[in-house]
């Protein structure tokens, strides 16, 4: 069973940068390196938001149109971590935000760490 931990959320002004980590463990039969990994976040009421994704190597990503250009993503395989920097971020970036790991048919979530921007 993948276990996947966020953490690095917290309370920031508009205009500012926070960086969130997901450790991932508990591999068996595969390595961190055979999941592609995503980003997500939600706010009550809302729907899950689809914020960055990065492929199994870490040589591609995509941005959902809310945060392209202002959040990056990454991840080292040989540490079991993924990243996801974000700059600028604005009143509506305040959610919580999960990790995801997808293999196959077979997808993880972590916990969630909340981020609130914040005059």
């Known amino acids: 069973q993948v276990h996947l931990v966020e953490s690095g959320g917290g309370v920031v002004q508009p205009g500012g940068s926070l960086t969130l980590s997901c450790a991932a463990s508990?591999?068996?039969?595969?390595?961190?390196?055979?999941?592609?990994m995503n980003w997500y976040r939600q706010a009550p009421g809302r729907q899950r938001e689809f914020v960055a994704a990065?492929?199994?190597?870490?040589?591609?990503?995509i941005y959902g149109d809310s945060v392209k250009g202002r959040f990056t993503i990454s991840r080292d395989n040989a540490k079991n971590e993924m990243y996801l920097r974000m700059d600028s971020l604005e009143l509506g970036d305040t959610d919580v935000y999960y990790c995801?790991?997808?293999?196959?048919?077979?997808?993880?979530w972590g916990q969630g760490t909340q981020v609130t921007a914040s005059s």
């Open positions: 508990g591999f068996t039969d595969f390595t961190f390196s055979d999941y592609a």
């Open positions: 995801n790991a997808v293999r196959a048919s077979r997808a993880f």
């Open positions: 990065i492929t199994r190597a870490g040589d591609s990503t």
